[in-house]
């Protein structure tokens, strides 16, 4: 899954993407019963989200992925963020923003620094 997900964000990155035609709604409570580490890290990625902030965003939700914690509603809640945070941030980057193509090249940057 993580090596598929790299994938589609490569594929998005180097071609481009447009808006999605359909809002994801994600369930922004299916952490409130998690362990604490778990809410941290979800609270810091949708923070991040609100203030532009998507390599944050982006690279705290793809450490999520990888917990064996998480129940089925996570999971999807996570992968639904991601896709609105890959989204919203590649359409800034098409218009020109440098914070979204910075976000970019450190999200790249992090990925080759853990091999994927």
């Given at each position: 899954?993580?090596?598929?997900?790299?994938?589609l964000f490569?594929?998005?990155?180097?071609?481009?993407?447009?808006?999605?035609?359909q809002?994801?709604?994600?369930?922004?409570h299916?952490?409130d019963?998690?362990?604490?580490?778990?809410?941290?890290?979800w609270?810091t990625?949708?923070?991040?989200?609100?203030?532009?902030?998507?390599?944050?965003?982006?690279l705290t939700l793809?450490?999520?992925q990888?917990?064996?914690?998480?129940n089925?509603?996570?999971?999807?809640?996570i992968?639904?963020?991601?896709?609105?945070?890959?989204a919203?941030?590649?359409?800034?980057a098409?218009k020109?923003?440098s914070?979204?193509?910075?976000?970019i090249q450190d999200?790249?940057?992090a990925q080759?620094s853990?091999?994927?």
């Amino acid at each position: 899954m993580v090596a598929c997900s790299v994938c589609l964000f490569l594929g998005f990155a180097a071609t481009g993407c447009k808006k999605p035609t359909q809002t994801t709604a994600v369930d922004t409570h299916v952490f409130d019963t998690a362990a604490s580490e778990l809410k941290e890290a979800w609270s810091t990625a949708l923070s991040a989200d609100q203030t532009n902030d998507y390599a944050t965003a982006y690279l705290t939700l793809r450490q999520m992925q990888g917990q064996p914690a998480l129940n089925a509603a996570q999971i999807r809640a996570i992968a639904a963020q991601s896709t609105l945070v890959h989204a919203r941030m590649n359409d800034a980057a098409q218009k020109g923003d440098s914070n979204a193509l910075r976000a970019i090249q450190d999200i790249r940057a992090a990925q080759r620094s853990r091999g994927r």
